[in-house]
């Protein structure tokens, strides 16, 4: 099946994409508030014009002239120098007393009512033979009569004027933002060069260059972070290959010692007869090696299915001083073949772990320090609280000081103290390996001090 995963867009796209679209959107709300601003000064002039006319006008009936010719000549004379500005005056008659468009303006407005007072939004929009006009039509009355006062002022200009001011405003957006769309990719193209800098080192870097880091003081502030992150992420894999490495030769040499013991031990038999006990003798050697590499195998596969937390401690309540007592009584037998007592102290302290585990945890610790302990000594077993919800228990037994230098890498696997690699037991170097790993399964910690009289395990858990 296949999936069809759409690739995502560039960084480069994305910012430049952002900023032309907050650019467009902030130049719209600029062009909007622009026309509406002149829309509104617009709105404002013509208003005071209106105004001028119909206080021209109302100041001619002011006079009352009764001579229809008089009246005419005085309303010409009323308004002068206002281009595009029309007015008309009907009397009560619906005759026209003057009129200075050349078409009637009552066509203009869609009733024939009118308003009594001058006020700027009693002004309204006309539109008549395609061409808008803005005006407002008022009552004027004298002594002798009521007159109709229609006035208005071709928009023309005004509609022109914004059409073009819009259609270069629309240029300027298109413009700006091509040149935004320009700016902000060379702008980004060249704040990314710092990444494909460290992408080149990146590249660079193999499991045989492990050691090469990123210097941070190359990269802008915001990278500093990332670079340093990337340096701990190396140090980590170059830890961890290290440890690899070293893994794999000492297993190579661990599991090399039994197969080369089982091929020489082989060979030696099958190059000349030998009767069936002397036979039967070379099996049982074979057999004690393969013993051991399949302990050997065991312990490795449960040591990574407890790294990769797999090992679930089944926890019951355990009395620590019954089950040291109980290892104590496994080990009596060789503790007496090595000259080495065993003693318990502290509170019979109750707590909460998995017997088996917790068992083969104490079992390699004592199997250890039997192993280093000269005839005549005791190995102490201790039990304590060190907090309200903590046990401590010690195994500490005296014996030649492990030097500080090897003291934080006992529990790796296949590690030694002794460099020289002789095997003096049948221990494989897993022992300490497998104690912490039961240890963490438990939440727990376990920690070594050694000096000159004493060495000292101390495994730390929680009681509930």
């Given at each position: 099946m296949k999936h069809n995963t759409k690739r995502p867009l560039s960084l480069t796209l994305r910012v430049v994409l952002s900023v032309v679209v907050t650019i467009a959107v902030c130049l719209l709300v600029v062009r909007q508030l622009l026309i509406s601003s002149i829309e509104h000064h617009f709105i404002e002039q013509d208003a005071d014009e209106l105004g001028v006319i119909v206080h021209s006008v109302q100041q001619v009936f002011l006079k009352e002239p009764t001579d229809p010719k008089t009246l005419a000549q005085s309303l010409s004379q009323a308004v002068a120098g206002h281009h595009g500005v029309?007015?008309?005056?009907?009397?009560?008659?619906?005759?026209?007393?003057?009129?200075?468009?050349?078409?009637?303006?009552?066509?203009?407005?869609?009733?024939?009512?009118?308003?009594?007072?001058?006020?700027?939004?009693?002004?309204?929009?006309?539109?008549?033979?395609?061409?808008?006009?803005?005006?407002?039509?008022?009552?004027?009355?004298t002594a002798n009569d009521n007159y109709r006062l229609i006035t208005a002022i071709d928009m023309d200009f005004h509609i022109h004027f914004l059409q073009q001011l819009g259609q270069s405003l629309w240029v300027i957006l298109l413009g700006s933002c091509l040149l935004t769309l320009l700016a902000a990719w060379i702008a980004v193209h060249q704040g990314l060069a710092p990444l494909r800098g460290l992408s080149d080192n990146m590249r660079d870097i193999q499991t045989s260059k492990l050691d090469i880091r990123l210097n941070a003081n190359e990269v802008p502030s915001e990278l500093t972070h990332m670079v340093q992150s990337f340096n701990h992420m190396l140090n980590r894999l170059e830890d961890g290959f290290t440890k690899l490495s070293h893994f794999s030769a000492d297993i190579a040499h661990e599991i090399r010692?039994?197969?080369?013991?089982?091929?020489?031990?082989?060979?030696?038999?099958?190059?000349?007869?030998?009767?069936?006990?002397?036979?039967?003798?070379?099996?049982?050697?074979?057999?004690?090696?393969?013993?051991?590499?399949?302990?050997?195998?065991?312990?490795?596969?449960w040591l990574a299915k407890s790294k990769n937390g797999l090992i679930t401690p089944n926890k019951q309540p355990l009395n620590i001083?019954?089950?040291?007592?109980?290892?104590?009584?496994?080990?009596?037998a060789l503790a007496d073949e090595a000259g080495v007592k065993l003693a318990f102290t502290g509170q019979p302290s109750v707590i909460n772990a998995d017997r088996t585990l917790l068992r083969h945890a104490l079992t390699n610790l004592l199997s250890n320090a039997i192993r280093h302990t000269a005839s005549g000594h005791s190995i102490i077993v201790n039990s304590y609280q060190q907090a309200a919800n903590t046990l401590c228990i010690s195994v500490e037994n005296p014996g030649p000081a492990i030097s500080a230098e090897h003291l934080p890498y006992l529990f790796e696997r296949f590690y030694r103290a002794d460099q020289s690699r002789q095997r003096h037991s049948d221990g494989a170097g897993l022992g300490l390996a497998i104690t912490k790993a039961i240890i963490e399964a438990h939440d727990g910690d376990i920690s070594v001090t050694s000096d000159k009289n004493l060495t000292r395990f101390v495994i730390t858990l929680r009681m509930t």
């Open positions: 029309y007015y008309q005056i009907n009397n009560s008659q619906q005759q026209i007393i003057y009129n200075n468009a050349n078409f009637d303006l009552s066509q203009l407005t869609d009733t024939d009512e009118s308003i009594d007072t001058f006020k700027i939004e009693n002004i309204q929009h006309w539109q008549y033979q395609d061409k808008a006009y803005r005006g407002i039509a008022l009552n004027i009355a010692t039994p197969l080369t013991n089982i091929i020489t031990q082989t060979q030696v038999s099958l190059s000349r007869q030998r009767t069936a006990e002397e036979y039967q003798n070379v099996l049982f050697s074979n057999l004690e090696e393969q013993e051991r590499l399949s302990k050997m195998v065991s312990d490795m596969l001083a019954k089950e040291v007592a109980a290892i104590f009584e496994f080990f009596e």
